[in-house]
């Protein structure tokens, strides 16, 4: 069998390939790094590649857009795994600058965000400059007529740009910050349910009126399943058109997540299944004893009994 092929949010070197390296066989299987994530997850819808690797919650951004967008449109695809790394940050430049020559630096929004108070309390008055990713803007600082003097990125990449001088470690505001990250293929079987495990739907608002949130929550709340994410995103159809991005504790193949994901089929049919997997932190779920597998088959057996005259 030949060797798997993963994309990821590149360059080498990026917080989205160490999460990749968490994979069972990542490290001996091509990896091939994209500029976005739209990128990384076409190259799997097209089969170029067996499963890419994207960033999709921040503990302290929250959401990342770009792959909430990406797989809630397009060909289908599936989470299969997801994946939790640490999320530290240095300040590098070339040789010779110092942080009193620093005009502008440039980073991921993300990795902005999680270092603005270090940067308005050391460097006041600097300018932002986007970059596609943390390691892509470190490696852009190695090109001599980079229009910048300073980035923001991992210590690994820190580590393997030689070129490159930190000056500056830590400089996160928030030190416990984690990033998570979902393995992206194509539909196929899903991942064997575990007691840990996470299951993620995007469901658009069919009609706007009073209580339809309400009414695509208590598909959960009155079967007992928790939700840990929920964000709204915008369809881009028209203004005040959103549809909801659902992170829901328990596996598609447990009673109590399968009724729900009918149920909000009922209300919203173009509601998308991103699959079930297992849980990076392997937190089992709190099951109520009411909404337990055995209840579910217990209920359905009287029910069927009484529609037999029984």
């Not at 067996?50 to 909430?68: F, K, Q």
């Not at 000056?167 to 996160?172: C, H, K, Q, S, V």
């Not at 193949?253 to 149920?263: E, F, I, N, T, Y």
């Not at 919203?268 to 079930?276: D, K, V």
Request: aromatic share 6%; hydrophobic share 45%.
């Amino acid at each position: 069998m030949s060797a798997a092929t993963y994309t990821f949010l590149g360059p080498e070197g990026t917080f989205t390939e160490a999460a990749l390296l968490q994979v069972p066989g990542a490290a001996d299987a091509q990896r091939v790094p994209c500029t976005n994530v739209n990128t990384a997850l076409e190259r799997v819808r097209r089969g170029e590649a067996d499963a890419a690797m994207v960033p999709i919650e921040n503990s302290v951004e929250g959401g990342v857009t770009a792959t909430l967008d990406a797989i809630a449109t397009g060909q289908e695809l599936r989470i299969v795994r997801e994946a939790l790394v640490p999320i530290t940050f240095v300040l590098v430049a070339r040789p010779g600058v110092g942080l009193s020559d620093i005009k502008r630096i440039s980073t991921h929004g993300h990795a902005w965000a999680q270092c603005r108070l270090w940067v308005d309390a050391n460097l006041p008055g600097v300018d932002y400059m986007p970059g596609s990713s943390t390691a892509a803007a470190a490696m852009g600082l190695l090109d001599e007529d980079a229009p910048y003097e300073a980035a923001i990125c991992g210590p690994l990449v820190a580590a393997g740009q030689s070129g490159l001088n930190v000056l500056a470690e830590d400089i996160g505001d928030v030190p416990d910050a984690v990033t998570r990250f979902i393995l992206v293929g194509r539909p196929g079987a899903l991942p064997e349910r575990t007691g840990a495990d996470k299951t993620t739907v995007v469901v658009p608002l069919p009609e706007d009126h009073p209580g339809a949130l309400m009414e695509i929550l208590d598909q959960f709340a009155s079967r007992g399943v928790n939700l840990s994410r929920i964000e709204s995103r915008p369809t881009g159809q028209y203004l005040g058109h959103y549809f909801f991005s659902i992170d829901a504790d328990g596996h598609a193949a447990d009673s109590r997540v399968a009724d729900a994901l009918a149920g909000l089929h009922r209300i919203s049919p173009a509601t998308r299944f991103l699959g079930s997997y297992a849980r990076a932190d392997m937190q089992p779920a709190v099951v109520a004893p009411h909404t337990s597998d055995a209840a579910f088959a217990s209920a359905h057996a009287w029910v069927d009994s009484i529609l037999k005259g029984q």
